[in-house]
T-cell receptor, first 109, second 114 residues
Framework: KNEVEQSPQNLTAQEGEFITINCSYS?????LHWLQQHPGGGIVSLFM???GKKKHGRLIATINIQEKHSSLHITASHPRDSAVYIC???????????FGKGTLLTVNP | DAGVTQSPTHLIKTRGQQVTLRCSPK?????VSWYQQALGQGPQFIFQ???????QRGNFPDRFSGHQFPNYSSELNVNALLLGDSALYLC?????????????FGEGSRLTVL
């Protein structure tokens, strides 16, 4: 069974801090997705990766396939980064994503 | 270029009723996946449609059914609504079902069952 675990569940930071959110999964993957969900509910895809590291602006995503672990980093965090961050993987299936429960990030000014 | 659009955005139903939710995929995308997200939880996969057929299904009862039209838009139908069906229903589109490609999500339809 494909399980996806995220930590921490909740994270509060001060503006400017470096943020790390972790994701562990139990089965091999085709791809690992990092997603951002704002209070209104809409989800935005941040990264899709299957190896190594990707960077977009202040966001960095890394993945270690052998350890079945991925991390999302936010540098110089800002209050507008406040959202729920969710990781999801395809668990070897090309069709079905399994999601973590999400990490609620609050960045205070 | 319109992204993924869902309708309605909010709706309230009573137990036992039926509901239909709609999704138009991003232009050029031919695959639609539906997810249910209960409050405080991550989304759960309901099913995926490609070429007008249900390609894979999650652990949801037969009360949940769907359809994909020739223009790739999709509907999610839920019959005999239960209180526990209250959730945000998300639609995601992709190209040819590739889970190795980027997903685009709609804003969701928030269903409340009373």
């Amino acid at each position: 069974k494909n399980e996806v675990e995220q930590s921490p569940q909740n994270l509060t930071a001060q503006e400017g801090e470096f943020i790390t959110i972790n994701c562990s999964y139990s089965v091999g993957i085709s791809a690992l997705h990092w997603l951002q969900q704002h209070p209104g509910g809409g989800i935005v895809s941040l990264f899709m990766l299957s190896s190594g590291k990707k960077k977009h602006g202040r966001l960095i995503a890394t993945i270690n396939i052998q350890e079945k672990h991925s991390s999302l980093h936010i540098t110089a965090s800002h209050p507008r980064d406040s959202a729920v961050y969710i990781c999801a993987n395809s668990g070897g299936s090309n069709y079905k994503l399994t999601f973590g429960k999400g990490t609620l990030l609050t960045v205070n000014p | 270029d319109a992204g993924v659009t869902q309708s309605p955005t909010h709706l309230i139903k009573t137990r036992g009723q039926q509901v239909t939710l709609r999704c138009s995929p991003k232009s050029g995308h031919d695959t639609v996946s539906w997810y249910q997200q209960a409050l405080g939880q991550g989304p759960q996969f309901i099913f995926q449609y490609y070429e007008e057929e249900e390609r894979q299904r999650g652990n949801f009862p037969d009360r949940f059914s769907g359809h994909q039209f020739p223009n790739y838009s999709s509907e999610l139908n839920v019959n005999a609504l239960l209180l526990g069906d209250s959730a945000l229903y998300l639609c995601a589109s992709s190209l040819s079902g590739a889970q190795t490609g980027e997903l685009f999500f709609g804003e969701g339809s928030r269903l409340t069952v009373l």
